[in-house]
């Protein structure tokens, strides 16, 4: 089918008790992967592509790859703008038909962040979903890292929600982008954000989180959870295994397949990880 918006993904999951899976995307051969999962699971989903990304493609790429790729598939799919930190890429996402958006102006201090956060939302159709990051949350995607890593403070959510209308909030509570095996969920935190929060939740920093972290985010009215680092993990020890097997080797589209299989196995595991009654 057609991309759907992003609020069509959290109506769907919401009525079905699911959590969408966001998966970062870059190339053909990811974006293969991470659709071969979802008609599998029959999960909807997001795929997305955060700005440090398109600078080898373009958002017209990427749109392209992923809407073509989905025509022919039956699941409920959003393209989404990941870590839009500037108003600049968000305008960029929306014009490349991008059907939901991310707002990220979480490093800044907290009365500038929602002003910009407003601005997005006043720039995103109510028809498109946006989602906006309140507190900061650690690690690096992309080499790229906030100065300060900073919780989400629940007494701040209920102002920051009722002036921003996001469709989703992205939290920081124990949550770490990239591959950091030792992160942990604070679930005595994301319980208070819930209560305070309107919209649902979005968890960051997929990756790291243990399966009996994944399998409890529903319970805390968390909507998508991030996953990007396992993906990249996986293409490029794919290609590292194939060179370090036969340094010859020519066959460039048979380790390409074999990376989208390798793909397609670590998203479908996270989608199930999210949702252990999905089988």
Same mark, same amino acid.
């Given at each position: !089918? ?7 993904? %959290? ?20 974006? !293969? ?25 373009? *958002?017209? *790429?990427? *749109?392209? !790859? ?35 958006? !991310? ?6 201090? *907290?009365?500038?962040?929602?002003? %910009? ?18 507190? =900061? %949350? ?97 293409? %490029? ?18 380790? =390409? ?23």
């Amino acid at each position: !089918m057609p991309l759907v918006s992003g609020v069509d993904v %959290i109506n769907e999951c919401t009525s079905r008790g699911l959590v969408a899976g966001a998966f970062n995307t870059t190339n053909i051969e990811t974006t !293969m992967g991470i659709v071969a999962a979802i008609e599998r699971t029959g999960v909807p989903t997001f795929i997305q592509v955060a700005p440090t990304n398109v600078a080898l493609s373009g *958002y017209e *790429y990427i *749109y392209d !790859m992923v809407s073509r790729r989905l025509a022919d598939t039956a699941v409920p799919v959003a393209l989404h703008l990941d870590h839009g930190k500037s108003l600049e890429s968000v305008e960029a996402a929306l014009a490349a038909d991008f059907t939901s958006i !991310m707002i990220d102006a979480s490093e800044e201090p *907290y009365d500038e962040n929602l002003r %910009i956060s407003a601005i997005a939302r006043e720039m995103t159709p109510e028809s498109l979903a946006l989602e906006a990051e309140l507190g =900061s %949350i650690g690690g690096k995607e992309d080499d790229h890292g906030p100065e300060e890593e900073l919780s989400t403070d629940p007494a701040q959510v209920p102002d920051f929600v009722a002036a921003v209308r996001p469709d989703m909030l992205a939290v920081s509570v124990g949550n770490v982008h990239g591959y950091a095996p030792d992160a942990r969920i604070d679930f005595d935190l994301l319980a208070q954000v819930r209560d305070a929060s309107t919209a649902p939740l979005v968890i960051h920093g997929g990756s790291g989180l243990p399966t009996e972290q994944l399998g409890r985010l529903a319970e805390f009215n968390v909507v998508k959870v991030n996953v990007a680092s396992d993906l990249r993990n996986a293409m %490029i020890r794919t290609f590292g295994e194939a060179y370090v097997a036969n340094p010859n080797e020519v066959s460039l589209i048979r380790v =390409s397949k074999d990376a989208v299989a390798a793909i397609t196995d670590v998203v479908e595991r996270r989608i199930l990880m999210l949702n252990p009654h999905v089988s």
